[in-house]
């Protein structure tokens, strides 16, 4: 197998041949059809996250089951699968259907091993830091446990789920799981990128009757209007962008930012009727301090964190692809494909915000 390793932060991943370590017994080999590069992978590859390296990022694959360990029983080879983040299914979050919230999700997702240390890649007689996000699937193939890995139908496009992994399901999720909104409220999304768009589409889906889309690009935000959003604003043309809003609006019911900057954090905040929730999924690092006005919160107003939407993805997965199938979650058009060995181009494209979302297209995969 094939996997794109890289040796210090800053660094750019090279596609190199590793080999897998012998599968646990809940675990699944996955030959990889295509999978996403997120913001999340990006702050891998700048060591904002405690990652050791050298190490394999990549956490929205998707593939084909080729071996499963001893374990496994609801899945087999020749299984189309998404792999997404992993849990332990076991804790309060887990069973109280909040798994984006597990006990163990640190170290489940983020340290580079499988729990007992141990590596799920070797290259000769050096350890190569795998298991990120319960999978590290930037390569031909990847290694997931039996939770973070989602049967789907075979009928849909499986080169283009990935993303349904964690971007989308971020996204969408947010709006579904927590945010929540009934026919004829107002929504509004801050950073209209995959998880802004995948929220937007959500609230249209749910009949929201003002949905606003704030973002720098003009042409993001003609794709906003396109996917249905009702008011655009671009900060960059505007004195005021709250107070616009507000002026157009009347206030807002529900936000959802998804840059993780103060100031934007503040702007989804402030552009709230009372009461209203905003939610605040951007990661720019694990360290982030913003500030609000606690003046302005106290009057009836939430602020809230979201991970992963919320969401039990083998719930949300297929639900999700249903509503592609049904016309009310386009996600396909937010697609630009590169073939594995170009992912220092699609890096380069998606720092520089030409492409929504970049998916990665192994060489031996067809579709």
Known sequence: MRAAIFTEPGGTPTLQEVEHTPLQGNEVLVR????????TDLTGLNGNVPLPMPAVLGHEGAGVVEEVGSEVTHLAPGDHVVLTFDTCGDC???NGGHPAYCVLSGPLNYFGTRLDG????????REIHGNWFGQSSWGTHAIASARNTVRVDKDAPLHLLGPLGCGLLTGA??????LRPQPGQSIGFWGIGTVGLA?????RAANCETIVAVDLSDDRLALARELG???TFNPSSTKDVVWEILEA??????TMEAVGLGSVVREALMSLRSPGVCATVGLQALDNDITIDQGHLLMGRTLTGVIEGDSDPHQLIPHLIDMWRDGRFPFDRLVTEYPLDRLEDALKDFHASKVIKPILIPSDSSH
């Open 229 to 231: 959003a009702t008011h």
């Open 92 to 94: 309060a979050a887990c």
């Open 199 to 203: 929220g937007l589409m959500a609230a």
């Open 249 to 254: 609006t009347g206030g807002l019911d529900f």
């Open 173 to 178: 999720g947010t709006v579904m799981n927590v």
């Open 118 to 125: 141990t590596t799920t890649m070797v290259q000769g007689g």
């Open 32 to 39: 990889i059809a295509g999978v996403g590069i997120c913001h």
